[in-house]
């Protein structure tokens, strides 16, 4: 069982040169993967300085060495991308700050892999998108991420967490689950079942323009949720891209689709009144506006053509996980009460039907602008 992050801390602070003397370092944030502490410092008579430091989830986590192989290689590239283009570098963009062996990460006396990079300040991390211009703010982020990083090689970034949006082994899974029933569980959510099942041959659709040329392998950040975007305090625009574990080779129009998923809705991920739970089509409007307009031209147009469905199976994807999670006892996705991983299935199919329902309307959405 690992330690607990605080019984090393002072060992790690040690590690790192601050440039200043260390005063306090405390938890922060709201992630539930890794531990994240806030280092303040104090330099002489200027103002305090802060660091995030983190502890990288073993358990989320086997490669430490290749996770910040991936993030070193693409936070370096993306701060020469942004100088080129005239931004701030310091904002824009994380940095991985070496601790004093030279090493890409520090590891503890516990085995603990530790990183460090400056605290981004003058930002805000929102939880959720209150208003649409601050949902377009994060679409516009997130397709910059994916214009800059045109050109970065995805076939060299390492598969942090191997099938992570493999929408075909994820199915694969689910029938497993289906075939072994060992909890006795299917015979209550047959009707959630016969909706994966109905549509699997939508679980090749994305997968297959890839194998057959008709989209390319990009550089995806796989977790595009509000809160992994800093917004400037002044402006409100998306400053900076953060949480960058689950980077890696993937699919742009699944980072789009994920980001639909999780933010053009408005109910709870586990309500159980499905007449709350809906597709916003203004929201998605908003974002799809704001998405290509941050790539910059950067997309094919295939892949513009396929924005929706990588919101659709983004939705399918992710409430098969939940139905799987729950026909094997749900031991992945945290539960507070009994049948919470269906309810959250549920939510997810509610959605996939309602993009079904409105998919003319979505595809015009996206043919407005694909050529803005």
């Known amino acids: 069982m690992a330690v607990a992050a605080e019984q090393t801390l002072n060992e790690v602070l040690s590690a790192f040169d601050f440039g200043a003397p260390v005063v306090g370092a405390i938890r922060y944030g709201e992630g539930h993967i890794n531990d994240t502490f806030c280092v303040h410092t104090q330099p002489g008579e200027a103002p305090c300085r802060r660091f ?17 192989e991936n993030i070193i290689g693409v936070t370096d590239y993306l701060g020469r991308e942004i100088e080129k283009k005239g931004g701030d570098r310091a904002r824009e963009a994380l940095e991985v700050l070496r601790p004093k062996n030279g090493e890409p990460y520090y590891t503890d006396s516990q085995g603990g892999a530790w990183r460090l990079y400056p605290f981004v300040e003058r930002t805000i991390c929102y939880q959720s998108a209150q208003t649409p211009e601050l949902f377009a703010a994060s679409g516009r982020a997130f397709g910059r991420f994916q214009q800059l990083l045109r050109d970065y090689p995805a076939d060299t970034l390492h598969e942090t967490i191997p099938h992570f949006h493999d929408t ?12 072994a029933d060992k909890l006795g569980r299917a015979a209550e959510c047959r009707k959630e079942i016969e909706f994966v099942l109905a549509r699997e041959a939508d679980c090749s659709v994305a997968l297959s323009a890839m194998r057959e040329g008709r989209i390319p392998l990009r550089v995806t950040h796989n977790d595009t949720k509000l809160n992994n975007v800093l917004m400037d305090e002044k402006t409100g625009e998306g400053l900076c891209i953060i949480d960058l574990d689950t980077v890696m080779p993937g699919l742009a129009i699944n980072d789009f689709g994920d980001s639909i998923r999780f933010g053009a809705n408005h ?81 997810q199919f509610k959605l996939v039907g309602d993009m079904e329902a409105r998919w003319d309307e979505l595809e015009a959405i996206v043919g407005r602008y694909r050529t803005k």
Request: negative net charge; contains cysteine.
């Open 168 to 179: 075909e082994d994820r199915l694969a899974k689910f029938k497993a689950a289906v075939a």
């Open 52 to 68: 995030i430091l983190q502890r990288m989830s073993a358990a989320a986590f086997k490669r430490p060495d290749q996770l910040m």
């Open 267 to 347: 109910s709870a991920e586990d309500e159980r009144d499905l007449s709350k739970v809906a597709l916003d089509v203004g929201l998605f409007e908003a974002y799809t506006a704001a998405f290509l307009e941050g790539a910059g031209g950067s997309l094919t147009d295939e892949e513009i053509g396929l924005l929706p469905w990588g919101a659709k199976l983004m939705t399918l994807e992710c409430g098969m996980r939940f139905l799987t999670d729950y026909l094997v006892g749900d031991e992945y996705f945290h539960i507070s009460r009994e049948g919470q991983n269906l309810d959250r299935a549920r939510t």
